[in-house]
């Protein structure tokens, strides 16, 4: 089971550099192609559709590394904390 999990990991961790350098691709070559300067909201919403394709292939590796911990998120002044769950 172990060498399952080592595999998945290994795909998810390649798709998404595959994903990253796709999507700085599309932006390097949006800015450089004519007209030049100007990125389109096209290259713009597929980088970001890449970038969330990215980051779901990694919540599974994320939730496994979460583990027995308990997860506090606030959005107003952006924090995450992170505690050890102790109730065993």
Same mark, same amino acid.
């Given at each position: 089971? !172990? +060498?399952? !999990?080592?595999?998945? /990991?290994?795909?998810?961790?390649?798709?998404?550099?595959?994903?990253?350098?796709?999507?700085?691709?599309?932006?390097?070559?949006?800015?450089?192609?004519?007209?030049?300067? #100007?990125?389109?909201?096209?290259?713009?919403?597929?980088?970001? /559709? @890449? $970038?969330?394709?990215?980051?779901?292939?990694?919540?599974? @590796? $994320?939730?496994?590394?979460?583990?027995?911990?308990?997860?506090?998120? #606030? !959005?107003?002044?952006? +924090?995450? /904390? +992170? +505690? /050890?769950?102790?109730? !065993?």
């Amino acid at each position: 089971m !172990k +060498t399952k !999990k080592n595999i998945f /990991e290994i795909i998810s961790y390649a798709l998404f550099i595959i994903t990253a350098v796709t999507m700085l691709a599309l932006f390097i070559w949006g800015f450089i192609l004519p007209p030049t300067g #100007k990125i389109d909201s096209s290259v713009i919403q597929g980088g970001g /559709e @890449l $970038m969330g394709m990215a980051f779901i292939l990694q919540l599974p @590796l $994320m939730i496994r590394l979460i583990g027995d911990r308990a997860v506090r998120i #606030k !959005k107003g002044d952006f +924090t995450i /904390e +992170t +505690t /050890e769950n102790n109730d !065993k």
